[in-house]
């Protein structure tokens, strides 16, 4: 069964220093998402992604977050300077043609100390 | 703007019995749709069920179902048959039903299947 793929599964890294996530989609999908999860609270939406460019983003993503489908396999989310705030799980998914089908990562845990 | 609502933050219920949770959206559309995930201990997001609101019979997936209730902006989920693989976190979800949009996620509701 195809599945979304997310690397590193857990990354430390210190305040003020740049994280890239990644993540490989599922190959013939066309929307792409990050969304990030906050210890015990909800999943929130970040950003969606379509035709090379951002669709919608949250007012979580601000100017230190981008996206990338550098190589139109990976699917990037780069945090510039990370704050203590920005750790929590992140999650990558994709869907098709059937919008509304849309398949998660297993996540990435980022703990910024 | 969409909210999602689930009022139960932690349920629990007895192998093989029925459990419900409960799910309310706040929404202006029309045409939506409507979903539960399954996020267990691993922490990976699920798919359980899925429902489309132009459609008015409820959705069933095997031991899972739904009570959609258009008007009362209600989605709620049945779990019948309850098995130790069901404790996980349950998140309600909405999407609109344009290409590409976002999920909005209820708050989640923690259910334990106890043996």
């Known amino acids: 069964e195809p599945e979304v793929t997310q690397t590193p599964s857990h990354q430390v890294t210190q305040m003020g220093q740049e994280v890239i996530l990644r993540c490989v989609p599922i190959?013939?999908?066309?929307?792409f998402y990050w969304y990030r999860q906050i210890l015990g609270q909800k999943v929130e939406f970040l950003v969606s992604?379509?035709?090379?460019?951002?669709?919608?983003k949250s007012e979580i993503f601000d100017d230190q977050f981008s996206v990338e489908r550098p190589d139109g396999s990976n699917f990037t989310l780069k945090i510039r300077s990370t704050k203590l705030e920005d750790s929590a799980m992140y999650f990558c998914?994709?869907?098709?043609?059937?919008?509304?089908?849309?398949?998660f990562g297993q996540g990435t845990r980022l703990t910024v100390v | 703007a969409q909210t999602v609502t689930q009022s139960q933050p932690e349920m629990s219920v007895q192998e093989a019995e029925t459990v419900t949770l409960s799910c309310t959206y706040d929404?202006?559309?029309?045409?939506?749709?409507l979903f539960w995930y399954k996020q267990p201990p691993s922490r990976q997001m699920i798919l359980v069920i899925r429902?489309?609101?132009?459609?008015?019979q409820n959705a069933t997936e095997n031991r899972f179902s739904v009570n959609f209730q258009k008007a009362a902006k209600s989605f709620s989920l049945k779990i019948s048959d309850s098995q130790l693989g069901d404790t996980a976190m349950y998140f309600c979800?909405?999407?609109?039903?344009?290409?590409?949009?976002?999920?909005?996620f209820g708050t989640g509701t923690s259910l334990t299947v106890i043996p």
């Open positions: 429902q489309e609101a132009y459609k008015q």
């Open positions: 979800a909405f999407m609109k039903h344009n290409t590409g949009n976002q999920f909005y």
């Open positions: 190959s013939n999908h066309l929307y």
């Open positions: 998914a994709s869907s098709g043609p059937l919008v509304w089908e849309a398949f």
């Open positions: 992604f379509y035709n090379n460019e951002i669709s919608e």
């Open positions: 929404t202006s559309e029309n045409n939506y749709y």
